[in-house]
């Protein structure tokens, strides 16, 4: 693995299931983030995580859980997938124990919910 | 918490002339500021940054000014090229002690050639 990745690609969903969207990197970042992107409504932050074991809620968290067991892996769960939850999802992640740096952006999930 | 503006959200220029990207913040204590470039299918990528101890910063063809009395930052591309055209997106951080980032709506910027 090279820097971040997420996984699926893409996913078509039905209203009502389960849904984990997994994201993992490689730079031994403290700090990741999970942010849904919607046209004309930029990034917005879902959750975020700090560091392992730890976890905040971001902008738009309703819906939504994450979990931080370890340093690289960051994955983010519908409970009950609704169609308002059809977005592109990037997962980030930084190094932040000294300063606010660089976020790296994975490549995104598409996802669908019908 | 922070809310970040972003104008215009589309932008059309010629080649080879400037483009001018604006936001705004609405936290004082903001101190960092990047700037994302989207190309269409793609992760959004890191351009340029300032942070709040500066007041403009130059990378080559782009470069970005901050007025923090103001609150407010820009991002300006000189000698713009069809490579440039993209979704560019501007950020803040807040002061929770997380260092989020709050993003703008994003600016669509099409070079023509």
């Known amino acids: 693995i090279a820097g971040i990745t997420q996984a699926p690609t893409s996913q078509i969903l039905a209203a009502g299931r389960r849904m984990t969207l997994r994201c993992t990197q490689d730079m031994r970042h403290n700090a990741m983030y999970w942010y849904r992107q919607d ?17 905040g809620k971001g902008e738009v968290p309703d819906g939504y859980s994450v979990s931080r067991a370890n340093t690289d892996d960051f994955p983010l769960t ?3 997938a609704v169609p308002s939850q059809t977005s592109v999802y990037f997962c980030a992640s930084t190094s932040s124990r000294r300063e606010v740096n660089e976020q790296f952006f994975g490549p995104g999930t598409r996802l669908t919910v019908l | 918490g922070e809310n970040v503006e972003q104008h215009p959200s589309t932008l059309s220029v010629q080649e080879g002339d400037s483009a001018v990207i604006k936001c705004t913040y609405s936290d004082s204590a903001s101190n960092y500021f990047p700037w994302y470039k989207q ?3 793609k992760r959004p990528q890191l351009i340029i940054d300032i942070r709040s101890n500066v007041g403009e ?8 000014t901050l007025n923090k009395t103001a609150k407010h930052f820009s991002l300006h591309i000189t000698e713009t090229q069809p490579e440039d055209s993209a979704v560019y997106f501007c950020a803040a951080t807040d002061q929770t002690g997380a260092n989020n980032l709050f993003f703008g709506t994003g600016t669509r910027l099409t070079v023509i050639p």
């Open chain 1, 39 to 55: 046209l004309g409504l930029g990034l917005r932050l879902i959750h975020y995580s700090n560091t392992a074991g730890t976890t």
């Open chain 1, 78 to 80: 519908l409970a009950s």
């Open chain 2, 39 to 41: 190309e269409l299918g």
């Open chain 2, 57 to 64: 910063k130059k990378d080559q063809r782009i470069a970005v």
